[in-house]
């Protein structure tokens, strides 16, 4: 089995060489049997997706899927980079559910998964934030949630012909724990939280937005921010049921500039910490958040 180059010894160039190759499903060890590792990108037609995408594939090797709703940006995405697009909408469980089908028949297996694709409401957005919620949930948590775990089987099989699965979700500072009252802090940040106890609770967000009362319940006003923090507890959630068999982290990119932000970071740096998780070796942390390719505080 070839073992991943530990990206934290700053290797970065070989380790990219070694990273972006496993052992053949069924196949022999020896190196005619070596095949380029599978990587699921979502949202990689434009800003820090499209980075991540272009170096996993241009830099690893790694075959790519550039996965995204826009079927004209990610279909040149994937000709710029040597890639293949499928489409994936993530507010849609049909377009969820076509897009396993079709990846699982069509590829059939899965290395790394870097869950970049979400939606962020401007401040100037006309929209009222009790009609923000819903939209915002749907896609960066439940939709993510629902892709994930249909991809976790496949993810699973990776170690079986030499892989080492990564699964990387791009999450942001803006899912602090701060944001939340003590009470909810120390439920979301709980050692024993589980899937159904997080997802009751993301539940009451929405319906406290929908009452009026998610001040008084201890919420912050932002449904992307409690979308990110959300990601991250689902994040901690799956490392701990997956246990060794794979990495699970998520990580800020920081505050870069594309197409719907204005940042000082330009968006191939913000690439770069979604990089080092995908490359990890097997002795590296996992269910930690990561920001500026360290792990921080959440």
């Not at 246990?243 to 204005?262: F, I, K, Q, Y």
Request: proline letters at 5%; glycine letters at 8%.
């Amino acid at each position: 089995k070839l073992k991943r180059s530990c990206f934290i010894a700053w290797d970065f160039f070989s380790a990219c060489a070694r990273a972006g190759v496993v052992r053949a499903p069924g196949g022999s060890p020896d190196m005619a049997a070596l095949v380029p590792q599978v990587a699921i990108v979502t949202g990689a037609s434009k800003g820090v997706g499209y980075h991540i995408a272009h170096q996993l594939s241009k830099l690893c090797g790694m075959e790519v899927i550039v996965a995204c709703r826009d079927p004209a940006r990610g279909q040149l995405t994937a000709e710029a980079l040597g890639a293949t697009y499928m489409h994936l909408d993530l507010s849609s469980d049909e377009s969820i559910d076509e897009f396993v089908a079709r990846f699982t028949k069509e590829v059939g297996r899965l290395d790394v998964l870097i869950n970049n694709a979400g939606i962020m409401f401007q401040a100037s957005a006309l929209t009222p934030f009790e009609q923000q919620t819903g939209p915002t949930l749907r896609v960066n948590f439940w939709g993510t949630v629902r892709l994930t775990d249909a991809l976790l089987p496949l993810l699973r099989r990776s170690a079986t012909y030499g892989g080492d699965p990564r699964l990387v979700t791009m999450a942001s500072s803006a899912g602090r724990l701060a944001q939340l009252s003590p009470e909810l802090q120390e439920r979301f940040a709980s050692p024993t939280l589980d899937r159904n106890t997080l997802f009751q609770l993301v539940s009451k967000f929405q319906v406290d937005v929908a009452n009026g009362r998610h001040r008084r319940e201890g919420w912050s006003s932002s449904s992307y921010a409690i979308s990110k923090l959300a990601l991250i507890a689902y994040t901690r959630v799956v490392a701990w049921e997956e246990g060794a068999l794979m990495r699970v982290n998520a990580c800020c990119p920081g505050n870069c500039n594309t197409e719907s932000h204005v940042g000082p970071r330009p968006p191939e740096t913000g690439a770069r910490c979604a990089l080092k998780l995908a490359m990890l070796p097997d002795d590296a942390p996992t269910g930690e958040f990561w920001k500026d390719e360290r792990v921080c505080v959440w």
